[in-house]
């Protein structure tokens, strides 16, 4: 077959692998009547690196909107996230609530 196209020599263009990113959470604060607002803002504080300004921000947000988003990481780290404020609350004797959502 002399006439037909010679694919032997033909480059490949290589294709590029993108990584699929994770899917994303977010970490959520639930309302509550008992848990004092400075333990709210302290813990948020604590666990998610946030000024006093913004801690109080999403604190006020948790108590007027019954919960707040206190930051959005990979499910794994939402979930070390969620257990660390979960078990600071308890520590203290607080019944404070967080859950993650898949954002």
């Given at each position: 077959m002399a006439?037909?196209?010679?694919?032997?020599?033909?480059?490949l263009k290589p294709e590029v692998a993108k990584p699929k990113l994770p899917p994303m959470?977010?970490?959520?604060?639930?309302?509550?009547?008992?848990?004092?607002?400075?333990?709210?803002?302290?813990?948020?504080?604590?666990?998610?690196?946030?000024?006093?300004?913004?801690?109080?921000q999403i604190m006020l947000k948790v108590h007027t909107e019954g919960m707040g988003v206190c930051g959005v990481f990979p499910q794994d780290i939402a979930e070390t996230k969620m257990s660390q404020v979960m078990m600071h609350a308890k520590e203290y004797q607080h019944p404070l609530q967080c859950i993650t959502e898949l954002a």
């Amino acid at each position: 077959m002399a006439n037909s196209p010679d694919h032997s020599n033909a480059a490949l263009k290589p294709e590029v692998a993108k990584p699929k990113l994770p899917p994303m959470f977010k970490v959520l604060l639930l309302n509550d009547d008992y848990t004092p607002m400075e333990f709210v803002v302290e813990t948020i504080e604590r666990f998610f690196n946030k000024s006093r300004e913004q801690a109080t921000q999403i604190m006020l947000k948790v108590h007027t909107e019954g919960m707040g988003v206190c930051g959005v990481f990979p499910q794994d780290i939402a979930e070390t996230k969620m257990s660390q404020v979960m078990m600071h609350a308890k520590e203290y004797q607080h019944p404070l609530q967080c859950i993650t959502e898949l954002a």
